[in-house]
């Protein structure tokens, strides 16, 4: 545990900002996620690599895919489809206001497209606006109740805003329409480490089976909680690997770099 540590400011991971300013505190603290200390229960994550796989899962859903999809989801009209198609490759490109520009056409030929809210509740998230996501995702709902990438949406909005209960339960939502949308089990895991319930959290990341970089690093935040700091670091390692080029390495590097450097002497002696 890391003494005197705090919040970032509204508990979500700002990747141009933070990536600049990290380096200002870089040598007061061990545990670095963002701008600042990260502490228990909020656990900061990369919004844009999460929701990139969340928007893809949705867009797969809408073209009946899922196994869970819906007689709604298979009416909306395939034009519909290919905006929304559309706008997960202005997503990918890091384009929010493209890709909102291509939903709003979607909705435009299908104003009942639950889909299209669902993916526009995912890019609000990812430009910081979560009370209009969450709007967008229970919207969503309100039109198909057999979304589930708007249950993953809800889920992470309040996990940002720290409303883990309910974050647990539009998880569980989720995972009770499909048991294998591994977003939503890491939702779950961020909610019950939020609500310090760090055994099911883990459990939850056990049951898994995703090599993920944002895994990794909920997992190795979870490890320290539980005082197992080699497997912590192994997990901080695994991430440096899957991410070379992620804005958060050199912090995690420096968290590798000092547990080895404490771990010397030890070894030395034996």
Known sequence: ?????????????????????????????????AEG??????????LLFLLTSLF???????????????VQALRVPARARSHLEAAQREFSRLNLAGAEREIERALQLDSTF??????????RLAARDSNRAIEDATRAL????????????????????????RAEASTERALTMRPDFWQARLELAKAFYGEGRLALALRELDELHKDFPDVHL?????????????EAIQEF????????NDCRRQQVEQ?????????APTASRQ
């Open 1 to 33: 545990m890391v003494a005197g540590s705090r919040f970032s400011r509204g508990g979500i991971w700002r990747p141009g900002a933070n990536c600049r300013r990290y380096s200002k505190k870089v040598n007061q603290v061990n545990w670095l996620f």
């Open 37 to 46: 200390e990260i502490s228990p229960p909020r656990l900061v994550l990369s």
């Open 56 to 70: 893809t899962a949705a867009a797969q859903s809408a073209n009946a895919i899922s196994p869970t999809v819906s």
């Open 114 to 123: 639950a889909a299209a809210y669902s993916l526009r509740a995912v890019v």
């Open 142 to 165: 309100a039109l198909d109740p057999a979304e589930p990438g708007a249950y993953v949406a809800l889920a992470t909005a309040y996990n940002s805003r720290g409303e883990y209960p």
């Open 218 to 230: 909920v997992r190795a935040n979870l490890l320290v909680r539980l005082n197992r700091r080699e």
């Open 237 to 244: 390692s695994e991430f440096l690997q899957e991410a070379p």
């Open 255 to 263: 968290i590798v770099n000092q547990a080895n450097r404490t771990d």
